[in-house]
């Protein structure tokens, strides 16, 4: 345990190491098992988007179905951005900030222009050159702060290195951090009697899953594996405000499979494949995996395919409960990322 | 296990509750095992400090000596002090608010006054009655976050029920908040690669301690009953920074007792006499205990006496080492204060 231990990294970064001591191979689409979100009916439904990760009906293991949820959760953003729009006029706007030309920030920045247009919110958006200089960064979020018709402002990271990421993250209004990460949104996330003004959104998005599945929280032991600053330390916090007993695993801790199998629910931030086996799990444990990490696969076109943090085969055999890779988290933290933006326009104009 | 579990407040706050299920007598001056600060030596001395805890020699534990350690740190502090004042004539400064005439806060206050003076630290004051408005208790906040002789600003709690301790406390520059409670500070101490300016006095002198006893904390199992603002989550955020695996129990924690005792190191704060009995403890167990609760004490002139969270007749027969109740935290929470006054100073007038 102590050789694995040290083998995962704190940071919520998709590492392309192959860890996968076997292949998840050969899934078929099959009809598969779901629980309905918001009540206790399991209903057969078959879903092409799951082919990847479709469990068959021999394991007791349920779907939390990210994509479906995030989808209801648009629509409700949608229809609640519509009424708004009529009412008052107002459209709420998200600015995002892209600096230097990574394929991969490029993509999430359209993905995530694309989910603003399909729910009625605005886009704003900054391009800048790799060598800019962080006053110009500065300089075009002081813009975006002061910009009425903006409610948003969110920096894609990762900087280009010769940034100070801290210095231009503070630089974002705390009324317009709908990512969630400025320290004063932290700190009162953690102190009991506080309200952050926005939750970071990968860890919102796992919670309002469980939220949505009904899945009781308080009281429960729970274990955020990975401590990240975006994802594994905020969960944790988040867990500890619904009242569950809550452990954190990291680089450092001994004995991490012995902990993990003591939690009813499990939030996985590792950024490393695989790394939780079936072993690990308390038989009935809800699994929230928000790793997307690629690993080598000379079958696929591109070479490679995305796995979670969980080795999924194994884990569904175990768990009562589990996200999909794809389909899980993902979906849900674009989701948040809109629900973010359309809170901060209401309590910007005070909207209830 | 489910009926004491939930017994407990998450507030740090001495009860007046009789929780004990025995009395702790009988206990007289007898030589004890001390473990020496910074060396595995251990010694026996001889102490009339720690008559009320004073341990037998047949026990395993050490004691971990707040007021020593408290002692030596309150030298260093008045040396540098002395040096401080001799090259630039600086005088450290702390403006302590006290709001209404409560008996307990009145004696904290005096007993920081005379810590302060004792190391050469400047005291300022405002005593403003019970009666007064929340505006007039943020003007004198104001008034000493702009004068440039007062660099540690400490607003006395409780305040009176009329008052928004939120919105008060808030009002303290970040950069005279030696109380570590502003929730930047905090947001600060919980995020990776961020410092906070001040770290809270009372959890800051549990590590404190443990460094100072050079008691390992990377890679331990820790766990910290009670999840207060003030002292449960920031004790677990400095563990977890220490590469600890942290565990919170608190009042919703179905086993208190199992998890405890899977902990090298127990913060307890839980503000309940004796909830942690000997059979909480893993064998050598660090026991760091926060409470301080009065039970009553026909015995005692004043009718009651301070005990700890911890059963401490019970845990030194099983810890390793462990805090005395008095003796222990509360010494090092002053020590602590003294030593951010200090801080607070050279960062504003940029000193090394």
Redesign the interface.
Known sequence: MAASSTVFS?SYSATSRLLLPFRIRGFHLRRTLFLSPKSNKRSFVSSSAFASVAMTTETSSKLLDGKLIAKKIRDEIAGEIDGIKESTGIVPGLAVILVGSRKDSQTYVRNKKKACEDVGIASYEANLPEDCSEEEVIKHISKFNSNPLVHGILVQLPLPRHMNE?KILNAVSIEKDVDGF?????????????EPLFVPCTPKGCMELLHRYEIEI??KRAVVIG???IVG?PAA?LL?RA????????S???NPEE?TKQADIVISAAGVANLVRGSWLKPGAVVVDVGINPVDDTGSARGYRLVGDVCFEEACKVASAITPVPGGVGPMTIAMLLSNTLSSAKRLHELK
């Open positions: 704190d801290e400025h320290p004063l949104n932290i700190g009162r996330l953690a102190m009991q009697g506080r308080k009281g401590r990240s600053n330390m916090l500890q009242n569950a007993t809550v452990t954190i695993v990291h450092y801790t001994k902990i």
